[in-house]
């Protein structure tokens, strides 16, 4: 009963309320409300304003109904000492069971309100994260300044640094004629494809001043948040050691234009600017979310083998920082990968990780097509026997939709390769497990993620990245009387028809669904 009749308040601390500084606060100087109706993001900023000692907040239930619940549990009838254990109920409410009510729902409360925030956090990184590359071109990025300048750097169609200046379109300067004649000759010099702008201070001003003059080539402004700190980071340092951070920030600018997923994964997730009150919650949760969201954009869109950075192979499913160094130095050695099979040359690079990383890597213009695919080797078999029996090779099948809609998959169906129902990580009448930060994917029709049979409550599935690519996919399934499950803060994906990401089944109450990040991609 506390959090449905329990209201929380808050009032300016004692001496604090005329401070200049905690007028930021001002809406919450006489504030209450029902704590079941308070939303996270209130919460949080209430909570932000007590941190900083400006507010005080309090949680209580409703004192009247509070006595009336204990008098109903511990009276039983009426006689000349009622009214000394009603007097006894009272005290013992108010000086122990009301503070230690107050801090077990201002910790609940503060979970699920965290659990939302990084919620929200995740879904804004991932989108992020998989906006659409501009892809291999020539680009110019400026990133803009009134006193200090624009800084201007020419970037090449693989991100190398062509060159770098600095101009003063602005005040106080405003050398606007000089600045349009340098720029419109790199432009020139450089084969210039496309202009990329930071949005920070001075960023339209910029955009303006291009566009007046430069009219045959795309400008872009480009989100730069975080940029300062992947300038100033140990991953720049290395890129560029004999450049300042000036420099490498713009370089970061025009590079997210070109691959946003490969230079954002070199920035902590927190400084990109995505999220609200991302500095309040519990930051080991969001860093394991965080992660895993970096981890399912890195793998859903794939890699190129013979481009990406050790950064980025670092993310990849079976990868890790050492063997993604290995893997850059080979590249190095060899000139470039020209099949996935190579991967097994790489020094330290086992049977078990190649058959976890070869899917989400990509050789381009590779002898094999299915090695610029996302298909894995070990099925690379099953492509050739369908290619065979429609008649084409497997460069003609891939793409081709009226094609793969012909194929009888059923043909194809032996001890190993199925369309049967199957699955992740199942559990039957099991209670207080703990299914934490897991990467489960599944291919095949009718197979599910995790899926909880009949009577399985108390469980904790959350911080999960789940993809189930079949058609009628079950991401979390739930069957009948299962509760007080709590399936939060999950990243499911679901790319057939007739799937669902979570699917409830009839009895199950109680469970915490908060916070997911869900994606379904077809009918």
Known sequence: FPVTISVISSKPARG????????????????????KRCPGHRFLAMMRGADAGFLKVSVEPDFERAIYIMKKSCMKGYGPLSDIVCEAAKDAYSRLLQPSLENEMLSWVKEKADEDAIGVFALNAQQLLLASPLGQKRVMALDPGFRTGCKVVCLSEYGDLLHKTTVFPHDPQREVLKSQEIIANLVEKFSIDALAVGNGTAGRETYAFLKGFIKDLPIYMVNEAGASIYSASEVARQEFPNEDVTVRGAVSIGRRLMDPLAELVKIDPKSIG?????????????????????????????????????HV??????????????IIEYRSKIGGFSSREELKKVPRLGDKAFEQCAGFLRVKDAKNPLDNSGVHPERYSVVQKMAQKSGVDVKQLIGNESLLRDIPLTDFVNESEGLGSGGGIALSTSNYNTILSNRVSTNASSTFGIVFDTNCSYNNASLNTISTNGSSGQGIYLWSNSSYNNLAANNISTLGDNAFAMHIQSNCGYNNLSGNTISTNNT
């Open 313 to 326: 192979l670092s993310y990849v499913s079976g990868l890790g920082p050492a063997l993604a160094k290995n």
């Open 16 to 35: 604090k309320k005329e401070l200049e500084e905690a007028q930021k606060f001002r809406d919450y100087f006489e504030h209450n409300e029902l704590l």
């Open 274 to 310: 995505v999220g609200q009150y991302q500095h309040d919650v519990n930051q080991s949760l969001l860093q394991k979310r965080l992660e895993s969201v970096v981890v399912s954009a890195v793998n859903k869109v794939g890699i190129n083998l013979n481009t990406a950075s050790q």
